[in-house]
C-alpha cells in the first residue's frame, strides 16, 4: 500500500495518526489533538500532503480535540460517528460505511461502550482502534455514554473477529510501543481474558478509576467546539510583547519611572504583597475602570498577576481598547518573589 504514516504522539501518550495517499498526496488526520496543531501542518507541508479530512474515533473526555479548530483553519471536513453529540461535525459515518482518502480506504466499524460513538477504523493491513481496544487494555466504560456491555459485544462480536494479523493502532498508548495485533491483544492483553460477558461486564464496573483531569474542560470544548483555558492565553499571547523582570526593576527603581504598573489579581492578594507603586485593578474590572484610571492611552503600563497567565488576557484587553503600551510582566508575581525583588503591603 502505497501510503506516509506518520504517528504523533504526545507526552500524555495521546496518540494520532496522520496517512497519506503517495499517489494522490490527500492525508486524513486520525484523533487529531490540539497540542500537536502546528506539527501536524508542519508535516503535511513536509510530506508534500493536502488535508482531506479530519476523523475522531469517539467523544475524547481526558484531552482537548484539534478537530474543530484544524477544521475550520484547514477547510477540511470532520468526520465522526453518527451519534456523536458535537454539531460541528461535517460528515456524519455509520457502521459498514467507508472514507477514501485518494486511494486509500478506511472502513467504519461502530463500536460502542468506551463511548456511545466510538467507533474503529480498518485501513488495508491497520486498525485504528480509538480507545475501544488499547495495548493490554480497553477504554474506560464509567465515562459520559460509556456501557460495558455495549463495549463486550464491540470487542467480542465485533473487532476481535476481524482478522488477527490487523495491526492495532490505539488512541493512547501507556509505554513506548508503537503498536500491537489484535492477535496479540487476543493472547495477552488482560482485560480480554474474561471472555464472559457476565465477568467482562464485572470487570469493567469495579475499575475504580480517577477521574481524567480536564475531564468537564475536555467535554465542554470537545463537544460544543469551544476553546479551552490554554488556547485563550495562547491566542491572547499572540497579540502581547513581555517585559522581563529585572527589566521592570529597573525601571521602577529609576529616578523617573515612566510606568504605571497594574496587579490584575484579587484585592486580598493584592493587600499582602504587590510590586512597589502597582495600582489594583481585577481582570474583570478593567473595562469598567479604565477610563477612571487610565485616562492617558499614551501611557506605559505593565500588567502582572499571580503566575503570568491571566496578566497576558488583560494585556490583550487593554491593547484591544486602545492602549498600545500595554506590555505582561514575564511570569507573575510569584517569580517576582523568588527573585527577592521588592513587594509592598497595602492597609
Ligand atoms: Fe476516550
Not at 495517499?21 to 488526520?29: F, L, Q, S
Not at 470532520?78 to 472502513?107: C, K, T, W, Y
Not at 508503537?178 to 492477535?183: A, D, F, M, V, W
Request: glycine content about 6%; overall charge negative; aromatic content about 6%.
Amino acid at each position: 500500500m502505497d501510503m506516509i504514516f506518520r504517528q504523533i504522539r504526545t507526552k500524555q501518550g495521546c496518540q494520532s495518526y496522520m496517512i497519506g495517499c503517495k499517489e494522490t498526496c490527500a492525508a486524513i488526520i486520525i484523533d487529531p489533538e490540539i497540542s500537536q496543531m502546528e506539527h501536524y501542518q508542519g508535516l503535511a507541508t513536509q510530506d508534500g500532503l493536502v488535508l482531506h479530512y479530519l476523523l475522531d474515533t469517539h467523544t475524547h473526555a481526558d484531552h482537548f480535540s484539534a478537530s474543530k479548530v484544524l477544521a475550520t483553519k484547514m477547510d477540511v471536513p470532520l468526520i465522526m460517528h453518527n451519534s456523536s453529540p458535537a454539531p460541528f461535525v461535517d460528515i456524519r459515518v455509520g457502521d459498514g460505511e467507508m472514507v477514501i482518502v485518494g486511494q486509500l480506504r478506511f472502513r467504519i466499524l461502530h463500536t460502542p461502550g468506551h463511548t456511545a460513538d466510538s467507533m474503529c477504523v480498518i485501513m488495508d493491513d491497520r486498525v485504528f482502534t480509538g480507545d475501544t481496544l488499547l495495548i493490554g487494555g480497553t477504554g474506560r466504560t464509567d465515562l459520559p455514554t460509556g456501557d460495558p456491555e455495549q463495549l463486550y459485544d464491540s470487542l467480542f462480536n465485533g473487532l476481535l473477529k476481524l482478522n488477527p494479523d490487523l495491526i492495532v493502532y490505539p488512541a493512547h498508548i501507556y509505554s513506548e510501543r508503537s503498536h500491537s495485533t489484535l492477535e496479540e491483544e487476543i493472547a495477552n492483553n488482560p482485560r480480554l481474558q474474561k471472555t464472559h460477558r457476565d465477568e467482562f461486564v464485572e470487570q469493567m464496573r469495579t475499575l475504580d478509576l480517577k477521574m481524567p483531569t480536564h475531564l468537564t474542560e475536555a467535554l465542554r470544548t470537545n463537544l460544543c467546539g469551544g476553546k479551552n483555558v490554554s488556547q485563550l492565553i495562547a491566542e491572547a499571547a499572540k497579540k502581547v510583547s513581555f517585559m522581563a523582570q529585572d527589566e521592570v526593576l529597573r525601571r521602577i527603581q529609576s529616578p523617573h519611572p515612566d510606568m504605571l504598573l497594574i496587579d490584575v489579581r484579587d484585592k486580598e492578594a493584592y493587600d499582602q504583597a504587590h510590586i512597589p507603586s502597582a495600582i489594583h485593578i481585577p481582570r474583570g474590572q478593567i473595562e469598567l475602570r479604565v477610563n477612571d484610571m487610565l485616562p492617558d492611552p499614551t501611557k506605559r503600563i505593565l500588567v502582572y498577576c499571580e503566575c503570568g497567565k491571566i496578566s497576558i488576557l488583560a494585556t490583550a484587553t487593554l491593547k484591544e481598547m486602545g492602549f498600545r503600551r500595554a506590555v505582561a510582566l514575564d511570569l507573575g508575581i510569584c517569580s517576582w518573589k523568588e527573585n527577592d525583588y521588592p513587594v509592598e503591603k497595602s492597609g
